[in-house]
Nanobody, 122 residues
Framework: QLPLVESGGGLVQAGGSLRLSCTTS????????MGWFRQAPGKEREFVAS????????VYADAVSGRFTVSRDNAENTMYLQMNSLKPEDTALYYC???????????????WGQGTQVTVSS
């Protein structure tokens, strides 16, 4: 069983919305900054958003800023990614991960889940 489990992906038309969830029962969640990444076919895994342990520091990639919202519920060991105004270029496998050190590179994170597929049709 992987440390983190993502869910909520699916097929949606451009302009639509999805809400992704990331949960765990296997790793310490509350004390870590958590992040969302995505990887499209043939492309490198890229940073989407991160949220600090208390939720007071949030960072977004320029490509999603203003459309996506990251949040967390530490009592439920769950992080969310609300995605609005989706575009075909948002199509990717979305992952959550735990941040080990400052940075936005995948090597700065661990405890990856299996990912959840988001497909946006035009």
């Amino acid at each position: 069983q992987l440390p983190l489990v993502e869910s909520g992906g699916g097929l949606v038309q451009a302009g639509g919305s999805l809400r992704l969830s990331c949960t765990t029962s296997r790793i310490t969640f509350n004390f870590y900054t958590m992040g969302w990444f995505r990887q499209a076919p043939g492309k490198e895994r890229e940073f989407v958003a991160s949220i600090s342990s208390s939720g007071d520091i949030i960072v977004y990639a320029d490509a999603v800023s203003g459309r996506f919202t990251v949040s967390r519920d530490n009592a439920e060991n769950t992080m969310y990614l609300q995605m609005n105004s989706l575009k075909p270029e948002d199509t990717a496998l979305y992952y959550c991960a735990r941040r080990l050190r400052p940075g936005r590179d995948p090597v700065d994170f661990d405890s990856w889940g299996q990912g959840t597929q988001v497909t946006v049709s035009s």
